[in-house]
Nanobody, 128 residues
Framework: QVQLVESGGGLVQAGASLRLSCAAS????????VGWFRQAPGKEREFVAY????????VYTDSVKGRFSISRDNVVNTVYLQMNRLKPEDTDVYYC?????????????????????WGQGTQVTVSS
């Protein structure tokens, strides 16, 4: 069973940066497509970023393009989300996710049901 553990969240001021990490264990991480989602209380989980297993293809939601960057290190089985120029509207619980597939079809990359494994989430709070 694959386990994902996020870290790196916190409370920052608008304009600051954070780097989230997601450590994977229990599977062949290098074979998995990965993604980051976020969720506010009472709202649906929202797609943030996607990265294929070989890092050949990346997708971002429009609101984070140019500010966030997803990357992975298959040697240490970790996926990262570098978040720059944070805004108060980025405040959410952030979740990493992994698919058993190395790459997802376009229609599956941005929806939660496209992924098989989830972390427990890490809170990001951006004050104005």
């Amino acid at each position: 069973q694959v386990q994902l553990v996020e870290s790196g969240g916190g409370l920052v001021q608008a304009g600051a940066s954070l780097r989230l990490s997601c450590a994977a264990s229990g599977g062949t991480f290098s074979n998995y497509a990965v993604g980051w989602f976020r969720q506010a209380p009472g709202k649906e989980r929202e797609f943030v970023a996607y990265l294929a297993s070989n890092s050949a293809y990346v997708v971002y939601t429009d609101s984070v393009k140019g500010r966030f960057s997803i990357s992975r290190d298959n040697v240490v089985n970790t996926v990262y989300l570098q978040m720059n120029r944070l805004k108060p509207e980025d405040t959410d619980v952030y979740y990493c996710a992994a698919s058993r597939l190395p790459s997802l079809r376009p229609g599956m990359r941005t929806i939660a049901t496209g992924y098989d494994y989830w972390g427990q989430g890490t809170q990001v709070t951006v004050s104005s």
